[in-house]
């Protein structure tokens, strides 16, 4: 695992503060995060957890980080994940993993969201990681088309979507809510407001991942540090 999404993750402790309840993202740094709060209990501090995946779940008890159902929280005070792409205004394409749904559920519903990546991931602009777009098995090839002309009407380039196979190959990939995901080749999302309200207003689009407006915080972790960046208040 690359040093500087480790300094990253450790970064994000900077956070953290005792009797906290966090978002636990999805991703191999959200994991790294995840393992460092292990030994912050271990050290005695008091925190829970609400997981954005099963395998961020599982990931938890192997750590021993307490957990909690999000329908049973009052408050989440900070979730911390992962991101694929970072834009300068903290638009992030998410969904490489295939938990956006869970991750934009519980981003949302948390006090602040800190992305922690490393440098490859910061973006002048979004688009060209493939834009993951989960959608509901029914009427799939229907919800697809009109994917792609939400995308051409937000002036995306590039425009076509590959549904996303499972790593056996034997079939699509089923999300942890039961869904595909359509991966959508944009290579540049001029507009990532626009693009990402046009997707929502699709029926069959159970959730896109472009997270707009909801990332506080972009830790950045490079081989030998990391840089915290907070949102400028609007
Ligand atoms: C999962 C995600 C991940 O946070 C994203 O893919 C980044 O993963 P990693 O930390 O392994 O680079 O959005 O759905």
């Known amino acids: 695992m690359s040093q500087a999404k ?44 609400v997981p954005t995946s099963e395998a961020t779940a599982d990931c938890a008890r192997q750590h021993n980080v307490p957990l909690i159902e999000p329908d049973k929280v ?19 394409i998410k969904g490489g993993g295939a938990c956006l749904l869970r991750e934009k559920i519980i981003a949302h519903a948390s006090d602040r969201m800190a992305v922690i990546v490393d440098a490859s991931k910061m973006k002048k602009n979004l688009g ?50 039961g869904h595909y995901i359509l991966d959508c080749k944009c290579e540049l999302i001029p507009d990532p407001a626009q693009t990402a309200q046009l997707l929502s207003q699709i029926p069959g689009v159970m959730e896109h991942g472009l997270f707009i407006g909801l990332a506080a915080y972009v830790i950045v972790g490079a081989p030998d540090h990391a840089k915290i960046m907070e949102i400028k208040a609007a």
Not at 20 to 31: N, Q, V
Not at 78 to 85: F, I, M, N, S
Not at 128 to 157: N, Y
């Open 6 to 49: 480790q300094n990253a993750a450790h970064a994000a402790l900077e956070l953290v503060e005792d009797g906290m309840t966090l978002g636990l993202g999805s991703g191999s740094t959200a994991e790294l995060f995840i393992a460092l709060l292990g030994k912050q209990i271990r050290q005695g501090m008091s925190l829970r957890g």
């Open 74 to 92: 009052d408050r989440i005070h900070l979730t911390v994940d992962g991101a694929d792409e970072v834009d300068p205004e903290f638009n992030l």
């Open 128 to 177: 060209a990681f493939p834009l993951p777009v989960e959608v509901d098995p029914f009427g799939m090839a229907l919800t697809a088309e009109k994917i792609l002309l939400a995308l051409q009407e937000s002036k995306c380039r590039g425009t076509d979507t590959t549904l996303r196979q499972n790593k056996a190959g034997t079939g699509p990939l089923i999300t942890d809510g």
